[in-house]
């Protein structure tokens, strides 16, 4: 039997949202976490005509909060997920867009860019945009 307990992401990996989605469950959401006093244990479930065929989980008696974590993850994940993939998409734009204005200023002009020492500070400012930021030329 495969060990299931290291196939989640770690915080250096890129998420695979594509798969993240396909492990969201198909039933219906939002679930509900009620406390059943008799069996001293939290509940979690979907809801149904009938009760007992949405239980999804039991969480100990001193486990209110991963109750409330296990129950929001049904929507909280694909709100995430998609939040993740929009925020992507948008970076993604926004990139193409600081290499067309990168592209424009560094247009071969032998050092010179806007009437400056290239690289000019629009160039710096989009240079210090992105993750390996370059040293100011001034410093
Ligand atoms: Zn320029």
Redesign the pocket.
């Known amino acids: 039997m495969a060990d299931k307990r290291d196939q989640g992401a770690t915080s250096s990996a890129p998420l695979d949202l594509d798969a993240i989605r396909r492990r969201i469950p198909t039933c219906p959401a939002p679930w509900y976490v009620e406390y059943d006093e008799p069996a001293g244990k939290w509940l979690i479930g979907y809801p149904t005509a009938n009760p007992l065929a949405g239980l999804i989980a039991t969480v100990p008696d001193y486990g209110e909060q991963l109750a409330e974590f296990i129950a929001h993850a049904r929507t909280d994940v694909p709100a995430l997920v998609e939040q993740v993939a929009a925020l992507a998409a948008e970076l993604e734009r926004v990139r193409a867009v600081v290499e067309r204005i990168r592209d424009c200023?560094d247009d071969g002009r032998e050092g010179v860019?806007?009437g400056q020492a290239y690289p000019?500070e629009?160039?710096y400012h989009l240079d210090d945009m992105q993750p390996a930021a370059q040293p100011r030329p001034d410093a």
């Open positions: 200023h860019c806007c000019c629009t160039v």
